[in-house]
């Protein structure tokens, strides 16, 4: 009885795998497919022969250089400055007593709840007379500072004790230098989840830089590969080969750190 | 004593955040809530003076647009079958990992996860292929069991269900992972106890582990409801809207209308539509949350 039921539950969670699996699988193979063949009947799975030619052509051909450049520098200008900007403000939300702190917090908190989208058409114009549309600042000044990352890290330095930020003045330490030296130390768990959210985050975001990035050269990889993939709808192989680019450099990323991402999720998930 | 002095570090610390949020938040929504009762369009753009107060126009004329309802019924479709099926099978995958009997949890958790992790544009550019009505895995795979080729990207009637077949694999890994979180909180004294009174399985699960489980459950429909409304780009690089509109959303109507005919005026008003339904539906839900809380 025991091993049928076994039997059943391993039955299930392979074909779970088998299904998520597959499209990405597929996508990896079919990118060092010959061009041609993943258009043929029936599907195949496996390269005839091995090939390069895509891969190649995207850096040689197309500009794929750029783009790759241009979201691993956006990834991570994002990624640093809006550490910077919401550990300070969440290490202030916790620690610091002024009048209005709870009800600018709250402010922030229930404010949340307002779509990103919203903001899209004054933000673009806006952005538009400061002459930032086209630029890498038009990316990274709507990244510069998160509620949801203000909150992560408030949360976290509730918990450190305040007698060692008192022990840490009494010797004589200036503000700056125990939120830098003390805080920030003791916030790394936190810290490094934060930096692979937003990592990923402006790595896979989509919408803001397809609307503020007009240029070719500018584009970020999604951008890049949904104009492609409407200018090259027969080259399925070489459009391959562009998703594997865009999508490797995150799973490679997340498979190093997933103990951190997943901690987040399961944090965010239990403050309810 | 130290008040005055702590007032001035506490502002240094929080200036920088509050003074980008206040621009580049807070500012542009009050500008989209003016912008919703103006005609700026692209004559407006050189000079934002051009653009003059209408009133509810924008308001009156969306709900006087069949494309509206069409990309507004769309993406309720979206919400209301594509959600619930995620977070079944978010559910299902989280209660096999829990199971004492299954070993190597840790890798079938990371390839479950794995879609979560991708960029969306790349896959959808992926399931694309996988679409593909006569080179595709996916009729291939069907066409073994006897089932005819389907044209799951041309037919208005198969579009939806297509994207909402991609959503569900890209998405369910995440609510897992909430719910395995939600499982592993359930105290174990209650399966023994329940076990000790002769409760079967299918009993423990429904008077243990759901009820159990519905702060949990509330939490993840919470955020798939909001995630599942901003349905964008799966439309956007899979089927342009098409075929017929059938994938037409919400916030894919508002690109359009924003950014390619430049009719901001009207997009800001659908921004805000799209904001009233966000918020009327995570009210209900916090509701339902302290309702349940009372019982």
């Known amino acids: 009885m025991k091993r049928i039921g076994q039997f059943i539950l391993y039955a299930l969670l392979i074909i779970i795998a088998g299904t998520t699996l597959t499209p990405l699988v597929w996508m990896i193979s079919a990118s060092f497919m010959p061009a041609g063949q993943a258009s043929t009947f029936p599907p195949t799975f496996v390269p005839e022969r091995v090939t390069f030619e895509h891969y190649v052509s995207l850096f040689t051909r197309l500009n794929l250089a750029r783009y790759l450049f241009n979201s691993t520098f956006l990834s991570i200008a994002v990624t640093l400055v809006s550490l910077l900007i919401n550990s300070m403000a969440g290490y202030a939300f916790a620690k610091y007593r002024f009048k209005g702190r709870d009800s600018i917090f709250k402010l922030l908190i229930t404010s949340m709840v307002i779509p990103a989208q919203v903001t899209m058409l004054p933000l673009f114009l806006m952005l538009n007379k400061m002459g930032l549309i086209n630029t890498y600042m038009g990316v990274i000044i709507p990244g510069m500072a998160g509620i949801f990352g203000i909150f992560l890290i408030r949360q976290y330095a509730l918990s450190i004790p305040d007698s060692l930020i008192e022990a840490a003045r009494i010797d004589g330490a200036s503000d700056f230098r125990i939120y830098w030296f003390l805080i920030l130390p003791l916030c790394k768990p936190i810290l490094i989840t934060l930096a692979i959210f937003t990592f990923m985050g402006t790595w896979n975001d989509f919408l803001w830089p397809l609307v503020v990035m007009t240029d070719d050269s500018m584009y970020t990889l999604p951008v890049a590969i949904a104009n492609l993939s409407g200018e090259h709808v027969q080259d399925t192989e070489l459009m391959m080969a562009g998703s594997v680019i865009t999508v490797a450099p995150v799973l490679i990323l997340f498979s190093a750190v997933q103990k951190y991402y997943i901690s987040g999720i399961m944090a965010g998930g239990l403050k309810e | 004593m130290r008040s005055s002095s702590e007032i001035r570090t506490a502002l240094f610390f929080l200036a920088p955040a509050l003074a980008a949020i206040g621009v580049f938040f807070f ?98 550019v992926v399931w694309r292929f996988i679409y593909h009505p006569r080179f595709g895995v996916l009729n291939y795979g069907l066409s073994l069991v006897g089932i005819n080729p389907v044209d799951w990207l041309g037919d208005p009637n198969w579009a939806m269900p297509a994207i909402i077949m991609m959503a569900v694999w890209k998405n369910f890994g995440y609510n897992m992972i909430i719910f395995i979180a939600g499982l592993q909180n359930i105290p174990k004294e209650l399966y023994e106890a329940a076990s000790i009174d002769g409760a079967d399985r299918v009993h423990q699960f429904t008077s243990i582990t759901l009820p159990m489980l519905a702060p949990t459950t509330l939490f993840v429909t919470i955020i798939t409801v909001i995630g599942y409304f901003q349905l964008f780009a799966e439309p956007y690089v899979m089927t342009q809207g098409g075929p017929l509109n059938s994938t037409l959303s919400i916030v894919l109507l508002m690109y359009q209308q924003g950014f390619r005919w430049w009719n901001m005026g009207y997009s800001a008003a659908l921004a805000f539509v799209l904001f009233a339904f966000i918020l009327v539906a995570s009210l209900l839900q916090t509701r339902m949350q302290k309702q349940a809380g009372r019982l």
């Open chain 2, 27 to 124: 500012i542009p929504v009050v500008a989209a809530f003016i912008m919703s009762f103006t005609d700026f369009d692209i004559y407006s753009l050189g000079n934002w003076r051009y653009a003059r107060f209408v009133g509810f126009k924008n308001y009156i004329q969306l709900f006087e647009d069949p494309l509206f309802w069409k990309a507004l019924k769309n993406t309720l479709y979206f919400l209301v079958v594509g959600g619930p099926l995620s977070i079944a099978v978010s559910l299902a995958a989280a209660l096999l990992l829990q199971s004492p009997l299954v070993r190597f949890k840790g890798f079938f958790r990371l390839v479950y996860f794995a879609p979560v992790i991708t960029t969306l544009v790349a896959v959808a």
